[in-house]
């Protein structure tokens, strides 16, 4: 054989094996967090009490006359300016009470995830309003065939354990529109645990006989949701949103799960001092608490308190900044203190390229993130410009980035065996090297993660393979997938009957 045609044949094996996948996955989504705790014991009490001060003292402005009714009659009691104020006890009460843990259903039911307790899920999130396009490599506007595309390309990937909807389909004008062919995506190209929003109250319902169609028959998902609401009910600072919490009603009545998300931004919304932010951010996402259990006790909601940092001398978002990365960790680290189930935000790159800021701000803010604890991190997938933009390749590298942390929160297992007293004294005895023993064996595949876009090669090798970068890489694998994955989830009759009853624009 030719030396070139041996090194093609090589080159071959060696994709071959990277390919092939692990006998055990040594880390697989679902992992312990909360071995992070940038706050001691005595800061989150006393970050706890003056959000109850807050509550207490200032409570919430803009109270829908509805939600007026059910907070007073679960014991707020009428403040300055109409506003509405919970005394300590109501809030405390509402804590003891609430949803501790809850299933996200997947319509497969092996995809579903359970939310609560300490572990940690990586899913997606964000409304981004352009696309990074994979052929050109510059933005432009989202799409609905970019919501389709994405949809599909996660469906595939291991470690996006729940997908919301990444991107906003702006060639869809129209309201309605807009959130029937959201849903119709996420039901069309995935059986994952699914998550939307719903921009009007009225547009609840329709979409839920949707569901019914894809769950078997009217009242049929309200049985096993396999999708869950995200909603923004409070206006930073310290006031709900009508509309918003027109939308918890509805979600309420037809049994949708939520995330009830605090958006809070340091500095312009929320106080610049990052304790002073996380007081103000606790009390607002416990008044969404609090609000979903007047109107439902222990109705599932995650508490989403999500810190989010601007750049104070431009009043540009800095997804990417250690501020955020801090901010995310410590707050998931007081809701699971509050023993509630925690979402929180990062990944949320500012970067524009797949490039080492991209990396570098991912990597911080998402390690950080699981390793307090979060039980659902969401933004951390496929999110670039600061959550304006959505990346195929972003998807594809994020996937394998989150193997690695999931690895990290593993951690250790230390036990006799892989202690390894006799496999060191054959070793030492016998050939002087572990190579090839039944111990290397044995941790070889249960210990040790192998990725597959990573580029491990010394630098002679990867020059002759093309030297190729990481986006490069990213974008063959996201090509590939949407070539050749094409799920049918929808059986005809199912998709005949969605169309016959709804606008469907693709």
Same mark, same amino acid.
């Given at each position: 054989? *030719? ?29 312990? +967090?909360?071995? $992070? ?13 003056? &959000?109850? !001060? ?11 006359? !509805? ?29 003891? *009470? ?117 769950? +078997? ?14 909603? *923004? ?34 500095? &312009? ?18 008044? *969404? ?9 222990? $109705? ?16 540009? $978002? ?13 707050? &998931? ?19 524009? &390229? ?148 709804? !606008?469907?624009?693709?």
């Amino acid at each position: 054989m *030719s030396s070139e045609g041996g090194k093609r044949s090589g080159r071959r094996a060696r994709h071959a094996q990277r390919a092939a996948k692990p006998v055990v996955d040594p880390c697989p989504p679902g992992q312990k +967090g909360g071995t $992070f705790h940038p706050l001691t014991p005595s800061e989150i009490a006393q970050i706890y009490d003056t &959000a109850l !001060r807050l509550l207490e003292t200032l409570g919430m402005g803009n109270v829908p006359d !509805r939600l007026a009714a059910d907070l007073q009659a679960a014991g707020a009691q009428p403040g300055q300016q109409d506003r509405l104020v919970f005394p300590r006890e109501m809030v405390e009460r509402t804590i003891q *009470s609430a949803a501790k843990t809850f299933t996200f259903h997947g319509r497969d039911e092996t995809r579903d995830i359970q939310v609560g307790g300490d572990r940690v899920f990586f899913g997606t999130g964000g409304a981004a309003v352009q696309t990074l396009d994979i052929d050109s490599g510059l933005y432009r506007p989202s799409t609905l065939v970019d919501l389709h595309d994405f949809t599909r390309l996660q469906d595939t990937l291991p470690n996006v354990s729940w997908f919301t909807r990444c991107c906003v389909a702006t060639d869809v004008p129209e309201v309605r529109d807009l959130d029937v062919n959201t849903a119709y995506a996420l039901v069309r190209n995935t059986t994952k645990p699914v998550a939307t929003s719903f921009t009007l109250a009225e547009n609840v319902a329709p979409i839920v006989e949707m569901l019914d169609i894809v769950a +078997g028959g009217p009242g049929e998902f309200a049985k096993r949701p396999f999708l869950k609401a995200h909603i *923004s009910p409070v206006i930073s600072p310290l006031r709900y949103g009508e509309d918003a919490v027109d939308v918890v009603y509805e979600c309420v009545a037809h049994n949708i799960p939520m995330s009830c998300i605090t958006a809070a931004q340091a500095g &312009a919304t929320a106080p610049a001092t990052l304790a002073g932010f996380l007081a103000q951010s606790l009390a607002e996402t416990l008044a *969404s608490l609090v609000m979903v259990n007047a109107i439902q006790p222990g $109705f599932p909601m995650v508490f989403s308190n999500w810190p989010f940092i601007v750049d104070l001398r431009t009043g540009s $978002f800095a997804g990417g900044s250690g501020e955020t990365a801090i901010l995310n960790a410590a707050s &998931a680290q007081i809701t699971n203190w509050l023993g509630l189930p925690s979402g929180v935000a990062a990944s949320m790159t500012d970067a524009k &390229a797949i490039d080492a800021q991209y990396g570098a701000e991912k990597g911080i803010t998402s390690l950080a993130a699981a390793l307090a604890g979060g039980n659902l991190i969401y933004e951390s997938s496929g999110m670039t410009a600061s959550l304006l933009g959505a990346s195929f390749e972003a998807f594809v590298l994020d996937d394998e980035m989150h193997s690695h942390t999931y690895r990290a929160l593993r951690g250790i297992e230390v036990t006799e065996e892989n202690l390894g007293f006799d496999a060191i004294c054959q070793s030492v005895l016998g050939d002087g090297h572990f190579l090839g023993s039944a111990h290397t064996y044995a941790a070889m595949e249960r210990d040790y993660f192998y990725p597959t876009l990573a580029d491990r090669n010394e630098p002679r090798t990867w020059q002759e393979e093309g030297a190729t970068d990481a986006w490069s890489a990213a974008r063959e694998k996201a090509k590939e997938v949407l070539a050749t994955h094409h799920p049918k989830y929808l059986t005809d009759a199912q998709d005949a009957e969605i169309r016959r009853r709804f !606008r469907i624009l693709i």
